[in-house]
């Protein structure tokens, strides 16, 4: 009996491999069409069945100008104990105020609240309560529209800070923040305040210094 099973199997084995090779076809075919739940590629699919894309909703381009512009001074002193030196731009009279070791956390959350309303932040004492005073020190300056010159601030020697610590830090060195001297001209503008945060070298961290980034907080005005 099992030799005539075996001459069986060996009459018919080219049928045999093609039936299980043609199986193996079919299955395979079947797991790509999705006949068992698999997704079918997107290169297999027919155009009819390819998902419509939605367009982008468009937005209006707006003409916003910036009355506001600040720099690194030319002076190459700079450091927490000599001070460091701003040149500001700006196209009307404004109000330079640099906050020393201003808390990164107060920054963030005075950041936040001129998403609660822009006058929020367009004085300078407006800004010093949205800081909620988390600062070492403050120097404020004038700064008229024509005004090209450098304006050097610096910690008063009594304070005795030398350093803002180790990696990562608590407080920036010096965040300074250029607002609007006069009401009126808040009206002709759409950004109502410039916030630049500044590296000041210490001796804890000797990195030269140089501006980490600038914010400015926008009204609603809009301008075409």
Not at 82 to 111: I, K, R
Not at 150 to 167: N, Q, R, S, V, W
Request: net charge negative; hydrophobic share 40%; charged share 15%.
């Amino acid at each position: 009996m099992a030799a005539v099973f075996l001459i069986t199997l060996y009459e018919y084995s080219p049928l045999f491999y093609i039936t299980v090779i043609s199986l193996c076809f079919v299955v395979t075919a079947a797991m790509v069409l999705g006949w068992f739940g698999f997704d079918v590629p997107v290169i297999l699919r027919s155009s009819d069945e390819t998902e419509s894309v939605l367009p982008a909703p468009e937005k209006r381009m707006v003409q916003v100008t910036n009355p506001f512009a600040l720099e690194m001074g030319s002076s190459g002193v700079a450091s927490v104990t000599e001070g460091v030196s701003l040149l500001p731009c700006c196209l009307e009279p404004c109000v330079l105020s640099c906050y020393w070791g201003c808390g990164v956390h107060a920054l963030q959350g005075a950041l936040q609240t001129h998403q609660q309303g822009p006058s929020k932040l367009a004085t300078p004492h407006l800004f010093q309560e949205a800081l909620h005073f988390q600062y070492h020190h403050c120097q404020s300056f004038h700064i008229s529209g024509e005004d090209r010159e450098e304006h050097y601030t610096k910690m008063p020697a009594d304070l005795g800070i030398t350093d803002f610590g180790l990696l990562p830090r608590e407080r920036y060195p010096v965040v300074a923040v250029l607002t609007l001297a006069e009401s009126e001209a808040s009206d002709t503008y759409n950004i109502v305040a410039s916030v630049t945060v500044v590296h000041v070298p210490d001796d804890k961290y000797s990195l030269s210094a140089r501006i980490l980034f600038q914010y400015l907080p926008h009204g609603t005005r809009e301008h075409v």
